[in-house]
């Protein structure tokens, strides 16, 4: 009897929960959509007159009223919001495929980037990966699209490769791998060896495995395969759920150098042959340097062996600059990619 009650309030608190689960996304999609003709609705209205002074006195006049008769949630700040909210989703289409995945609070965080392309990165990836607003934050800030393979490549690119991942689920790897990575959570002391590097790793191990994105699974550390009776040491070895390949990585201390590749192929090649299973794709392989020779790195043609190198920075530069690296490195592979 006892059991049996037991399990009568287990279902009805799942049935409770559930049905608030889908009340809240009922109210949110509710809210996103209210918010949108609003602000799309004094869009029109303050835009059909030219008058700045017009329009400034409307919003602030609207707000009152909405406040006086609603609350505080239709303040002349939160009517602003929705004016930009219409202005730059000025597409329902893409708000109504979105406002079941993303709330207003996400939208918000949205609203002020102002590249196009970057927005939608963004609002793609939360939908597909159903990130938090905390996470969506921390990604942004992170600078998640500028360190992403795949914003090195033309606008037009960018956006088939999401609506492929999207509606598809055909996911490019250049949207899983990075280049800057930032493992400033190590700690590391100003000198450290390849095997230091490679135990902090495995010491925060969840840490890392956050910045290299969701999805890999940790499989082994210093991995042993046999050559011709010789022996062989992969640094990390991970999985990819979503890509369905085995990625190795290593980790080198100096800049990127030309014998990285053969090491790297070796392994890969390796793993294509014993280690693979039915139904994955080739191996990919990641080589993290403190530093990069982009010249090597564009002549050697690593991308066609699936081989991807990348910087890792221990001690991150300010904002600023780091931010400015990363936009000079996408203009110079855009401009590459245009002129090939």
């Known amino acids: 009897m006892l ?5 009568l309030l287990t279902d009805l608190k799942k049935l409770v929960d559930m049905t608030r689960g889908q009340v809240a996304v009922k109210v949110n999609t509710a809210m996103v959509v209210l918010y949108w003709k609003i602000g799309q609705r004094i869009n029109e209205d303050v835009l059909g007159n030219k008058r700045a002074e017009y329009g400034k006195d409307v919003i602030l006049h609207i707000s009152r009223y909405l406040t006086v008769e609603f609350g505080s949630s239709f303040s002349e700040k939160n009517i602003r919001k929705m004016m930009q909210f219409a202005s730059v989703f000025d597409n329902f289409e893409i708000v109504a495929s979105a406002m079941r995945q993303l709330s207003w609070t996400h939208f918000l965080l949205l609203i002020p980037i ?3 392309t970057k927005r939608n990165f963004y609002l ?4 597909i990966e159903n990130w938090s607003v905390r ?8 600078m998640l699209f500028e360190r992403t393979a795949i914003s090195k490549k033309p606008e ?5 490769e999401l609506k492929n991942w999207s509606e598809n689920n055909i996911l490019n790897p250049d949207l899983v ?3 800057p990575y930032f493992l400033d959570f190590l700690e590391l002391k100003d000198t450290f060896s390849e095997k230091d590097l490679e135990e902090s790793i495995i010491v925060e191990l969840q840490k890392f495995i956050s910045e290299l994105g969701s999805d890999f699974a940790f499989l082994s550390r210093q991995k042993r395969i046999t050559i011709d009776n010789r022996d062989y040491y992969m640094d990390l070895l991970f999985y990819h759920r979503k890509l369905k390949s085995l ?3 290593e980790l080198k201390l100096g800049e990127f150098e030309a014998s990285h590749k053969g090491q790297m192929e070796l392994y890969l090649s390796y793993l294509n042959k014993y280690e693979k299973i039915e139904g994955e794709n080739p191996p990919i392989g990641l080589i993290l340097c403190s530093g990069k020779n982009s010249e090597h790195i564009e002549l050697m043609n690593l991308e066609a062996d699936h081989i991807k190198v990348a910087e890792y920075f221990i001690v991150l530069p300010p904002k600023k600059v780091l931010l400015e690296k990363l936009h000079r490195s996408i203009e110079i592979a855009k401009n590459k990619f245009e002129n090939k």
Not at 3 to 7: A, K, R, S
Not at 135 to 142: A, P, V
Not at 156 to 160: A, N, T
């Open 3 to 7: 059991q049996n009650h037991q399990q």
């Open 177 to 179: 791998f990075k280049d």
């Open 114 to 116: 102002s590249q196009e």
């Open 247 to 249: 990625v190795v990585i």
């Open 135 to 142: 996470t969506l934050r921390e990604k942004i800030n992170s």
């Open 156 to 160: 037009q690119i960018i956006g088939k």
């Open 124 to 127: 793609e990836i939360c939908k």
